[in-house]
């Protein structure tokens, strides 16, 4: 089983829709979670990171069960430059490397 | 602020030979990580450093090697280079703190022929 398992996608969208995706993990003892997002040929940058309480930022909305070990991230509103790859990551415990899923790829059409 | 710098942006070699790629992490940041991408993956760990001390190794071969300088830069190192070993190679700068929070510099498109 992968450490990271993420639906690879792609989500065909149309502008101004809501898209989820989902996330799971095999490590329970993993303490920090983030969502990446990674354009074409570009490097990673840092969504958000993931609290058990969960949080939003702006359309973004992250969610974190610890104990089905499952997170999501939620796009309202979706836009034509929110197409990307969507990578979930998690950080074990005790270690400072970060363990990537495959990403899921968004593409939102007009 | 300057992000996190990566040389050279691009770079192709052949089977057998030796290459060294260089990152300079965020002003402030003492912890540089090193990530290795293959098309369609999701970034893996190689290594990280943190006030030029060894913290972490991924399951990569003893072909691979990386250390830390004092002002934080850090190299990484592959030796007799594999076809398999083209990948985008990432460099991640963090405080090094218990936030894990890492970003990432452009890359160095590394191309095994």
């Known amino acids: 089983r992968k450490e990271v398992e993420q639906d690879p996608g792609p989500f065909n969208v149309p502008e101004g829709a809501t898209v989820a995706f989902n996330c799971t993990y095999s490590?329970?003892?993993?303490?920090?979670f983030f969502w990446y997002r990674q354009d074409c040929r570009k490097e990673p940058k840092l969504l958000m990171s993931?609290?058990?309480s969960g949080n939003e930022d702006g359309r973004f909305t992250a969610q974190l069960n610890r104990a089905s070990q499952y997170i999501s991230l939620l796009i309202r509103d979706s836009k034509l430059s929110d197409s990307a790859t969507y990578l979930c990551?998690?950080?074990?415990?005790?270690?400072?490397?970060?363990?990537f899923g495959t990403g899921t790829r968004l593409q939102v059409f007009p | 602020d300057a992000g996190v710098t990566q040389s050279p942006t691009h770079l192709i070699k052949t089977r057998g030979q030796h290459v060294t790629l260089r990152c300079s992490p965020i002003?402030?940041?003492?912890?540089v990580s090193w990530y290795q991408q293959v098309l369609g993956q999701g970034p893996q760990f190689i290594f990280q450093y943190y006030e030029k001390e060894e913290r972490g190794r991924g399951n990569f071969p003893d072909r691979f090697s990386a250390r830390q300088f004092p002002n934080y830069s850090s190299e990484l190192n592959v030796n007799a280079l594999l076809l398999g070993d083209s990948a985008l190679y990432l460099c991640a700068s963090s405080t090094g703190d218990t936030t894990y929070e890492q970003y990432f510099g452009p890359g160095t498109r590394l191309t095994v022929t």
């Open positions: 002003s402030g940041h003492k912890s």
């Open positions: 990551v998690v950080n074990p415990w005790t270690t400072d490397k970060l363990i």
């Open positions: 993931v609290y058990s």
């Open positions: 490590n329970s003892a993993s303490q920090s």
